[in-house]
Structure formats: structure tokens, C-alpha cells
């Protein structure tokens, strides 16, 4: 038999110019010689608005399968066969359990954890690992990075984020620890290049494989230096070189994962790599959900969180009708002028997320639809931005979970039923056997 | 009159029990005995109905202090709960009264347990968590080191905030895709400071085995060439330049017998290296070996030289030791032509300052120009061993190929990633005992005052100061913040200090309406954003009182701003100082920035106003608003924004923390939402009158400014003293701080607010200085 070539000698040929190429040369190894099509890997992923929602338009008045879509959901008109409502979920830890105000950062921090995060500006910062990253930790070896973080907007505001609370809350979604938020992307331009090209090549001509042993060799350099000076410093301090160290090797994996990338028999739909963020946010939106499915549809990962702004978010929507803040819009004193402008957002929001489920359904996947195989979460960890409560939110699910999951039904629950319940089903989907998460108080039954 | 009482009785029981006083001079035993007996039951009493359980009033338990240390933890709640209590607005009419003797014990002993450090002593300095640097900072520090400036710094993940700033080290993280972007980063960063010669030419010859000639035991077949006994292959080869080439032997082996297959690899008839081929027969592997070649016909010789062969016998096969040489390639690149001096890049003439030859070898040149470097980048002399490591790295990368320079960027790459770089690392000293706080290193001082003046890394003159350890004397101090302070670095502390003091930062995230305010745009924002840095670096530089901050009677305006305000007489783009007089604003709280970033899109709102000046010039942030806060029973509030607001105020629950807020906003009415002068809204006459909580009553915005210039300056300037104080340390402020605080301001009273004061004082303060505990309450 002659020998195949090696991965280094296949590279060394290629040039420089060829992004895209790498992949189609290197993954025929697995996807082309099998002639039965592998089962098509479940995707996890996660949407959060903040302030709330317009409840009396979100929540149908029917149960069941023979629910209305209201007002809000209308959007999802097309996907209602996907579509699951699920009311009367409860995020007990966004409650102020004596901590008084800051709402918006605890629901922002809790969303994804259950936990009650610890009221701090900056000292002592104490969550608890969210669920997309316990799906990550366990989904995460299977492909080239274990789990995307984005959003529309940036961690960097001034001032004190939310009535004594660190930004850290309000901005992050996804905790790795209770005490190691991870940054959200917000370029599309930065994270095409993570998908595709893999690295933001400087000087391209050079030798690839030359340049992931000269990368290795620093990594292990200032693994050296991190570890060294680890046992120099005190507990606060070391748990910041965790963080250096913990970084380097995820960065580690993925130079040596970077022939895992796997692309589907009708390849990577021939997309322009984006300039950077857009202006209008309209357009920054609609980028940001093209990567997602880019993201799941490559397989380049099964866990994705998205945040559409930071919790207690006042950005303005002139675009639509309704410039004045967010925010102060969702505390509406009960004003119907400023409760419909709040509908109406939410109703652009999830127009934004419909398309994106539009894109995701139209891709074909093992003969079935992506869509098929993904399980969407969409929601807030607030109901009622005037009254800031955490029960009754709004949560909807999208797609079938590889068939383990009915869809096109409102199943309506006791008051304060764990959204963490959700959660723990959720794990148990992607076979992680927990016994709880968070605040559990049992396995949801979706039906 | 409890407080007289008390030292005497801490002083018996110290004494009498041996009870020792902790770091603060606090003692908590005795505390607690006092908050048993006499607190506890009266909040109980008075404060309990309310104030427990799983919904408690205002979202505030009370029944979750079980000692006098759990209320020294949360002395934040204590002090809006001591604020709420003095004002009278706490405990509500339909409570359990509470007598004006319990309410001045009640206060009394919270106000003395969450206040009273024992400043005489000496007080913790604090402990400062390892801070990565932030993204102006690595851009900054990046730009000092090499000459680069890399934009894209811009473009990494925001990085969190806490107490305001987005220097504190607890909430500075660093996230895998963050490390992606440092490693993106040095790689394009280190290419454009150095100059690299491009890779030469290839050269590059692929033969298959069978295409080799051979001699002895070897035959061809199955697409290579088998050495089943002794023998050799070998092919020639015109090499076209003079040096390293590599020699990749696609082989595998049948094993047999103790030892692997030998090859022998001579070149021209001397033997240059023997391999040992281990692969498995059908799993070849590429054993590469590195030669130096001569230019001109050179033959490559392969050759078996440890055959073995057991026949067959009995039961037991035979043995057979075999290789197998599937292809062989010989690889060169031409070494690079010698670059033009002149054409290189500043920085990289700065940085290669030496170059390999012969008689120096490139060891000792890589030295040379990482000795220096990795000192600056590490901010402190780099170590003998640290030298030797990254020297190594350089080292081994030329000895596979890399060329000089790139193997020179291969080193910065290691060292701006490194923690010693990306972390301002301070080595605590293993064991601190109370009162007797070691200092900094004069290195981490020179780090800590260039960061905090300059977010960036200490310049030489720092350095020399540091090296000659005078940098902690008083008077250097005095003169190097008077340098630094016009050093146009000092830019960076207006933008990034007063950036984010003044909120000013979120003013890229208003929009205003286009349609209710035409004559706001971008540009617009920008000038009025540089307005107030100007302003702010002006009474810096000028060495004035920071009560001009309040009540300056001067602004800088360019044409264009000057315009938008309606003064006339700015001819110009430059900015250039303008008198305010006979005009109705002074000071920051009356421009453009600060009046439009506490508004919302489509008015003002006089309660956002009033919270900023609650939180930043005076430093007294009101309550939180309770969650869930009540609906208004009328439903929908009706009239002018001003009745509007005192509707709101009628409801009790929202009255007590609204009176504090609303008339220093309202007080501001005269401004619109972009920060123009009006003098009616919608119609109607604009009211800006109000009586403070003091019960000082101001007409006007320029009432309320020299009231809150005169009436009581020193709350200012403890306001700007904590805010600078957090920004400088890089972490949030804690009780025993408040030592620092007071000396501070007393200097800074004495000497007319002067702002060097304010910096200096900030500089040789022990919370600056020194390593102090982190206490775990």
C-alpha cells in the first residue's frame, strides 16, 4: 500500500493563498471513506433579551397542542411545528434574597447558572458554572472549539453596572467556574476567522506546521513562567494564573484540534468574510446569527450562547418606533404607550432569531433538516421589567433535539417551577447524568 | 454619649481578659457582646416586621446579622441603612416607633462598629489582586515597548468593570478567546516591529524509493525499495547553494532479533549520521535529518548495515530483519539576501541591536538584544535564568531553520505573552503580620504610578529612579507627578480616569433622538466628549483647585462646539480656553457631555441627573430602588415633567431617596437632553427651582453649583479622593481606607485642593506603598 501523505507534507504544498481548501483536504479521512452517514450530533444553544418581556402578548391562552400564537411569537409562524412555550418557569436566583436591588445583573448572571450570584463590584466575584458549559465540558472534545460565547455588545461600560453588582454579571452569560465569566465575541469579522481560517495568520507565506510548532513552543514557555510564578502568590492571585494557565491550554487544544474541523458533503456555503462590526445594529445582528449557523452548521462547535445586549440593556430603537431607552421603557408604570413600545421590541428581537431559524432550517443535514437536530433555548431570566420578577418568564424552545423532543405545544407549569429543571432535562439530552443543576427540584417533563 | 462610654470598658476588658484588639483596633468580642444585648433586640422591635423573610420590604433583610462581624461585612448596607435611619425616613410612621434615645444608640454604635478604624495604628494598606492589563493598557504598554501601535487591541473582548473602572483586578479575566487574541496579537505585533527576510527560494527534490540506484541486498517492488541483507541505495543531486538542508527518509522496518534496522547516511562517501528504523513495515514514518551541503553534485548514500537472519527451525519461523525505503526528499531554502539598513523599520533598529557573525555566535547575540528587552517588558531586571530560557527558545528556533530576526520575533512573541508581561505582578512576601506591612518593591512602585498616571509601562526615568531605589522618597515623588502630569502620556489618565468617573464612556451608547434634537450628531458627541477632557486635563496641568471641576468659569471650545452652545468669537478647529462669563453654565456639570449622558433619547430626566451627582460629585449613591418597585395607583402621571416627577414622589416608598435625587436634578431643567440652553419644555416655563435635602433652596443650576462648592467642599473632594484612590490601587475601597482617605484630604485641604496634592498624596499614601492583608470577614 503506499503510504498517504502526512498532514505536513499535504500543507507544505498548499501556499498560502488557500483559507477555506484546508478543510476540504483534510477531512475526507473521516467523512469521505464511510459510506454510512455517521447520526447527526445534537446542537445546544442558548438566546438571551434582556428587561423582560411584554408577557400578556408572549404568553398563549390555550395549552397544549392547539395553542394561538400570540402577538409576540407571531414571528415564529413558519417553525410552530419546532416551536415549544414553556410558562410558568421560575430563576430563583435572580431573586434579591435579602441582597436588595440589582435585578437586571443577578438575572443576567443567573440565567444560564441558577445560582444567586454574590452581591460584589468587583471583590470576591461568586457564581456558579452555567449549563452551556457543563454541555461544553462534556460535548466539547468532539469538536474544534468546545463552545462559542457571542453578542452584540462588548463587557466595557462605565460606572457601576447594576446597584452594587460587578459588569461581570450583567454582561456574561457563560461562567466556567463560579468565578471565571468567558468573554463574549462581538465581531463577526474576528469570529469567521476562528471558524475558518483558524488563526489571524501574520506573515501567511510562512510554513504552516512550522508555525504551530513555533506557537506550541511559546505556549510552553509561558506555561513555565505561569506556573512558576503560580507558586509565588497568594489565593487571589493564583486564581488568576488558573485563569492564564487554564487559557493557554484551551488555546493549546485547538492549534492541535485544528484538523478537526469537519465539513458537511455539500461543503461551507461559499460566505464573504465580514468586514467587522456594522453600525447599524440591525445589520451587526443579522451578521452575528449568519456565524451561529455557520458555527453549528461546520460542526466547528455544539454549544452556542448569544446575548443580544447586556442585562439592563437602554439602547434605543428608533429603527422601529421606539427610540426611547430599553430599559427605562420595560419600568413603563403601566403606561400601554410605553408596554407597546416594549412589545414591540421584543417582537423585533425575536424577528431577528426567526430568520436565523429560517437559515438554520433551510440547511440540510443527514436527509433531515439542521433544525431538526439543534435545541434552541430563547428567553430572559426577567418577566415583567416594571416589577423586575423572576417566575412566569418567557422561555421558548426551537427544534426537535434529534427527535427527542415532541415541539408545537404551550405546556404550562406550577408557579415556580425551577428553570433549572429545564436545564437538568437539557443535560440529560446530550447524555450528561446529573441528579441536579442549580436550583433543580426534578427533570422537567416537556409534554 | 455611648461612645465616651465605650473606650474606657474596651480598655477594662482588653485588660482584664488579655483580649487582643484585631489589625483595625476593633474589638469585635466586645462588639458583639454590645450588639447582642442592646442592637439585636431593637432591631428586632422596630425593624424585623418588615425586614425578614423570604420577601422582605425593599428587598432588605435584617435577620440575616446574626453578630457585629456580619454587619462589619456589609457595610455598605449599613451605611444607606444609617442613612435612611438619620434622615428620619426609616422606621415609616406605621411602624413600631422608634425613641430619639434608641434611634441615637441604634446610630451611634453602627456609625462607630462600621467606621471606626483605628487610623493612630496602623491600617491595613489592602492587598491588591493581580491585574492583567487591560486593553488600553497592552496597547499602550505595546506601543512604549516596540514602536508598534496595534489598533486591533480595540477589537479584544471588553474587559469587565468593577467600582466604575476597568482596571480592577478582581474582575480583570482572562478568557480563552482572549489568549487566542494575545497569540493573534504578538504574532502580527512582533511582524511589523521586526523586519524578517522573507523565506529564500525552495528548493525541493521527491524521489521514490525505486528510483534510487542500489547495490548488494536491496531489491525493488511494492512501490519501494527492501533491503533484505546488506547493501545500500543512493542518488545525486546537484545542490544549488551552500548550507543547511534536510534529508526526510520515508521508511519502515521488519523487526527481528534485539536491535531495530541501522541505516548509515553518508554524503559523498563519509559518514555524516546512522538512523534506527522502528515503523512497523506497512506504517512508514518520515525520519528527518538535518545536513550542511556544499554546493555542487553531492551523493547521498542510504545504507543496512545490521542484517539479521534466523531460518526457520522446527516449530519456530524464521527471523527476518528488513527496511524498506519508501521515498526520500531533500529540502533546502536559500538563506536570505543581506537586508539594506536604511530600509528597516525604526523599531527593529531599536531592537536588534546586534547581530551573529564570526566571532559572535548567535547565542550571545540573542542575548544581546533579549537582555534589555525582556527587562522592559517584564517592567523589572529580567532574571539570570529567565535570560537563559527565552535566549534558548530564540536559540533553538535558528538552529531549526527559523531565521535571526524571526527567531528574535519568536522571543517577543514569548515574552508579551508571558504573565510576567500581561500581569502587573507584585511578589507578596509569604507572611504578613498585622502592622508591619512591607512595601512594594521600588520596581512595582514604578509599575503601580506609571499605570495609574500614564496606563502604560514606566518609562527609563522611572526605572532609574527604581534602580536606584529612591523612587518611594516623598520629594521624588513631588516632582515626578509635577513631570508626569505634563508629559503628554498623561493623557491617557484624563481619558481613562475622568473618562469613566465622569460616565462619559457611555456616551457612544446615547441616541438621542434625531428628529427631537436635530443639531446633535456624532461629530457633535466627540467635540463635547473632548470638551471635557480638555477641561479636566486643563485644571490638571494648571495645577488648579479641583473645585474648579464644580465651578471653573472657563471651557475649551473649538468653532464648531462653540457654535452648538451659541457663544461666539471661537474662530478655528483647534480648541482653545473660553471664557464662560455672562454665560449660564461653569464647571463639568454644566457641558454638553454630562447634561446629555444622563439623559434619555427623548428628554431629560432629572432623576438620572440627580443620581450622577449623588454618585459623583458628592459620593453618597443613593438606596437602591427597591425590586418590584410599586405601581402608582393613578396609573398613568400626567403634566409636566416636573409635576410629573413630584407625582412620583408622593408615593412614600419612592419620596425618601426622589427628595435626595430631584431637585439637583431639576435644578439642571434649563439644559435640554443634548445639553442646550432652553428655557421652556413643550410649552411651558421651565422651573428650575428646589430645595436641597439640607434645605439650602437654588433657583437655578448656577445655585446649585456654588452651593455645593461652598456649603461643603471637603464632600467633594472626598468623593474625587475615593474615586481616584479606587482607580489608582486597581481595587474597590474597604473601611480601613478611610485612614488613607482622611490624611489625604487634610493635606489636600491645606494646600487650596491643589490637584498635584491630590495625586501626590494619592502616591506616597501606605495604601499605595505597601502590601497589606486581604481580609476575610
Known amino acids: 500500500m503506499a503510504p498517504r501523505l502526512s498532514r505536513r507534507t499535504v500543507l507544505r504544498g498548499m501556499g498560502a493563498t488557500i483559507a477555506l481548501p484546508l478543510m476540504d483536504i483534510m477531512t475526507p479521512f473521516q467523512s469521505v471513506r464511510g459510506s454510512t452517514a455517521p447520526e447527526a450530533p445534537l446542537r445546544i444553544l442558548f438566546f438571551n433579551v434582556p428587561n423582560g418581556a411584554h408577557m400578556p402578548a408572549w404568553t398563549p391562552t390555550k395549552d397544549g397542542k392547539g395553542f394561538e400564537l400570540p402577538e409576540t411569537l407571531k414571528v415564529l409562524a413558519n417553525h410552530r411545528k419546532y416551536l415549544t412555550v414553556l410558562t410558568g418557569l421560575t430563576l430563583d436566583g435572580a431573586h434579591a ?39 461544553a465540558a462534556a460535548l466539547g472534545a468532539k469538536t474544534r472549539l468546545p463552545s462559542l460565547e457571542l453578542g452584540l455588545e462588548g463587557s466595557a461600560q462605565a460606572g457601576s453596572c447594576d446597584s452594587g453588582y460587578s459588569c461581570a454579571y450583567s454582561s456574561n452569560l457563560s461562567w466556567r467556574n463560579s468565578t471565571s465569566p468567558l468573554a463574549k465575541e462581538i465581531n463577526p469579522a474576528a469570529i469567521f476567522d476562528r471558524l475558518f481560517t483558524g488563526e489571524n495568520v501574520a506573515g501567511a507565506a510562512k510554513n504552516k506546521s512550522q508555525k504551530i510548532e513555533q506557537r506550541k513552543s511559546i505556549l510552553d514557555f509561558v506555561q513555565e513562567d505561569a506556573r512558576d510564578l503560580q507558586r509565588k502568590l497568594g489565593a487571589a492571585d493564583q486564581r488568576k494564573l488558573d485563569e492564564y494557565l487554564y487559557a493557554i491550554r484551551d488555546v493549546e487544544n485547538r492549534i492541535v484540534k485544528s484538523d478537526k474541523l469537519r465539513v458537511g458533503e455539500d461543503g461551507i456555503p461559499n460566505y464573504p468574510r465580514p468586514a467587522g462590526v456594522p453600525r447599524e445594529w440591525d445589520e451587526h445582528c443579522k451578521l452575528m446569527m449568519d456565524m451561529t449557523a455557520l458555527a453549528i452548521q461546520s460542526d466547528s462547535t455544539r454549544v452556542v450562547t448569544f446575548m443580544y445586549a447586556n442585562e439592563g440593556s437602554n439602547r434605543g430603537y428608533p429603527e422601529i418606533g421606539a427610540p426611547e431607552g430599553h430599559h427605562d421603557l420595560s419600568h413603563h408604570g403601566k403606561s400601554e404607550d410605553k408596554q407597546a413600545k416594549v412589545q414591540k421590541i421584543n417582537a423585533y428581537h425575536l424577528s431577528k432569531f426567526a430568520n436565523f431559524v429560517d437559515q438554520v432550517a433551510s440547511i440540510q443535514e443527514n436527509g433531515a433538516s439542521l433544525l431538526d437536530n439543534c435545541l434552541i433555548l430563547y428567553g430572559s431570566g426577567i418577566s415583567d421589567g416594571d416589577r423586575h420578577n423572576h417566575n412566569d418568564l418567557p422561555i421558548i424552545l426551537l427544534g426537535r433535539a434529534s427527535g427527542r423532543l415532541e415541539a408545537n405545544m404551550h405546556v404550562r407549569y406550577p408557579d415556580n417551577t425551577p428553570l433549572c429543571n429545564l436545564y437538568l432535562w437539557m443535560l440529560h439530552q446530550v447524555g450528561i447524568k446529573a441528579d441536579s443543576f442549580g436550583d433543580s427540584n426534578g427533570v422537567l417533563k416537556i409534554s | 454619649m455611648l461612645a465616651s462610654l465605650r473606650i474606657p470598658l474596651v480598655i477594662i476588658l482588653t485588660a482584664a481578659l488579655g483580649l487582643s484588639r484585631d489589625a483595625l483596633g476593633i474589638d469585635l468580642a466586645l462588639r458583639d457582646q454590645e450588639y447582642q444585648k442592646q442592637i439585636l433586640p431593637l432591631l428586632e422591635r422596630t425593624c424585623f416586621d418588615c425586614h425578614s423573610g423570604t420577601e422582605p420590604a425593599g428587598g432588605m433583610a435584617l435577620n440575616h446579622f446574626p453578630t457585629a462581624k456580619s454587619v462589619l461585612k456589609e457595610r455598605k448596607t449599613w451605611e444607606k441603612i444609617i442613612q435612611r435611619v438619620d434622615i428620619g425616613d426609616m422606621p415609616p410612621p406605621d411602624a413600631d416607633p422608634l425613641s430619639a434615645e434608641d434611634r441615637a444608640k441604634l446610630i451611634d454604635w453602627l456609625r462607630s462598629t462600621i467606621t471606626d478604624v483605628d487610623c493612630g495604628r496602623t491600617p491595613n494598606p489592602g492587598s491588591v489582586t493581580l491585574r492583567r492589563l487591560n486593553r488600553n493598557e497592552y496597547r499602550n504598554t505595546i506601543r ?115 536491535d531495530p534496522a541501522r541505516m548509515a547516511i553518508s554524503v559523498d562517501g563519509k559518514k555524516i549520521r546512522e538512523i534506527a528504523v522502528v515503523a512497523e513495515v506497512e506504517n512508514p514514518k518520515v525520519y528527518s535529518l538535518p545536513l550542511r551541503l556544499r554546493s555542487g553534485k553531492r551523493t547521498i548514500k542510504i545504507e543496512f548495515i545490521n542484517d539479521f537472519y534466523v531460518e526457520a527451525k522446527g516449530k519456530s519461523p524464521a527471523q527476518d530483519r528488513n527496511a524498506y525505503l519508501f521515498n526520500v526528499r531533500l529540502v533546502s531554502r536559500k538563506p536570505a539576501e543581506p537586508t539594506v539598513a536604511e530600509s528597516l523599520p525604526e523599531s527593529h533598529k531599536k531592537i536588534v541591536i546586534a547581530q551573529p557573525g564570526s566571532l559572535v555566535p548567535p547565542e550571545e547575540a540573542f542575548r544581546k538584544v533579549l537582555q534589555p528587552l525582556a527587562s522592559r517588558a517584564f517592567r523589572r531586571p ?243 430602588p427597591p425590586p418590584g418597585v410599586p405601581e402608582l395607583e393613578k396609573g398613568k402621571l400626567t403634566g409636566t415633567l416636573r409635576e410629573q416627577i413630584e407625582q412620583h414622589r408622593a408615593n412614600a416608598a419612592c419620596a425618601s431617596c426622589h427628595k435626595l435625587m430631584d431637585p439637583l436634578g431639576l435644578a439642571l431643567e434649563n439644559f435640554d437632553a443634548v445639553g442646550l440652553w432652553r428655557t421652556q419644555d413643550a410649552g411651558e416655563k421651565i422651573d428650575a427651582s428646589g430645595v436641597l435635602p439640607d434645605g439650602s433652596s437654588v433657583k437655578h443650576a448656577g445655585d446649585l453649583i456654588r452651593t455645593l462648592r461652598s456649603k461643603n467642599p471637603d464632600q467633594f473632594a472626598r468623593c474625587l479622593t475615593e474615586k481616584m484612590l479606587c482607580f489608582a490601587l486597581g481595587r474597590g475601597l474597604e473601611y480601613y481606607d478611610r485612614c488613607t482617605v482622611d490624611r489625604i484630604l487634610v493635606k489636600l485641604k491645606a494646600d487650596d485642593y491643589r490637584f498635584s496634592t491630590l495625586v501626590t498624596e494619592i502616591l506616597v499614601s501606605d495604601a499605595f506603598q505597601r502590601h497589606g492583608e486581604r481580609e476575610a470577614l
Open chain 1, 97 to 135: 434574597h435579602g441582597d436588595g436591588g440589582g435585578d437586571h445583573a443577578r438575572s443576567g448572571a443567573a440565567f444560564l447558572t441558577g445560582a444567586h450570584p454574590r452581591k460584589t463590584d468587583g471583590a470576591d466575584i461568586q457564581n456558579s458554572v452555567s449549563v452551556d458549559q457543563v454541555t
Open chain 2, 144 to 258: 512604549d515597548l516596540l514602536g508598534i501601535d496595534y489598533a486591533p487591541a480595540s477589537d479584544f473582548p471588553g474587559d469587565d468593570v468593577g467600582y466604575g473602572f476597568d482596571n480592577i483586578g478582581d474582575v480583570l479575566t482572562l478568557p480563552p478567546i482572549l489568549m487566542e487574541k494575545y497569540l493573534a496579537a504578538a504574532e502580527e505585533i512582533t511582524s511589523q516591529a521586526i523586519f524578517a527576510p522573507e523565506p529564500g527560494q525552495l528548493f525541493e527534490i521527491s524521489l521514490s524509493g525505486e528510483q534510487l540506484s542500489f547495490k548488494d541486498g536491496v531489491n525493488k517492488g511494492n512501490g519501494r525499495l527492501n533491503f533484505y541483507a546488506n547493501g545500500f541505495a543512493e542518488f545525486s543531486e546537484q545542490a544549488p547553494w551552500p548550507g543547511a538542508y534536510t534529508l526526510e527518509l520515508n521508511m519502515s522496518a521488519s523487526k527481528a532479533g534485539d
Open chain 2, 382 to 624: 529580567a532574571t539570570k535564568a529567565e535570560l537563559d530560557r527565552i535566549v534558548q527558545l530564540a536559540t533553538k528556533a535558528h538552529e531549526e531553520g527559523e531565521s535571526y530576526e524571526g527567531s528574535i520575533r519568536l522571543a517577543i512573541q514569548a515574552l508579551i505573552i508571558s504573565p510576567h508581561f500581561l500581569f502587573k505582578v507584585e511578589q507578596v512576601p509569604k507572611e504578613i503580620k498585622a502592622g508591619e506591612y512591607p512595601k512594594i518593591s521600588q520596581f512595582e512602585l514604578a509599575t503601580r504610578i506609571s499605570y495609574f498616571l500614564w496606563s502604560t509601562m514606566p518609562d527609563d526615568r522611572l526605572l532609574q529612579l527604581a534602580i536606584k531605589k529612591e523612587l518611594d522618597k516623598p520629594e521624588i515623588i513631588r516632582s515626578e507627578v509635577k513631570r508626569m502630569i505634563q508629559d503628554k502620556r498623561a493623557n491617557e489618565f484624563v481619558e481613562n480616569f475622568a473618562g469613566q468617573w465622569l460616565t462619559l464612556r457611555k456616551l457612544d451608547l446615547f441616541q438621542p433622538n434625531s428628529q427631537l434634537f436635530p443639531s446633535w450628531n456624532d461629530r457633535i458627541r466627540e467635540l463635547a466628549r473632548r470638551e471635557t477632557f480638555t477641561f479636566f486635563a486643563g485644571v490638571m496641568r494648571d495645577d488648579m483647585s479641583i473645585m474648579t471641576l464644580l465651578d471653573g468659569d472657563f471651557t475649551y471650545l473649538n468653532e464648531d462646539l462653540a457654535r452648538y452652545y451659541g457663544i461666539a468669537g471661537v474662530k478655528g478647529k483647534e480648541f482653545r480656553k473660553v471664557s464662560l462669563s455672562g454665560q449660564p453654565r461653569m464647571g463639568l456639570l454644566t457641558q454638553a457631555s454630562i447634561l446629555a449622558v444622563t439623559s434619555n433619547p427623548t428628554r431629560t430626566s432629572p432623576v438620572k441627573r440627580g443620581k450622577w451627582i449623588l454618585d459623583n460629585v458628592l459620593g453618597t449613591p443613593p438606596p437602591n
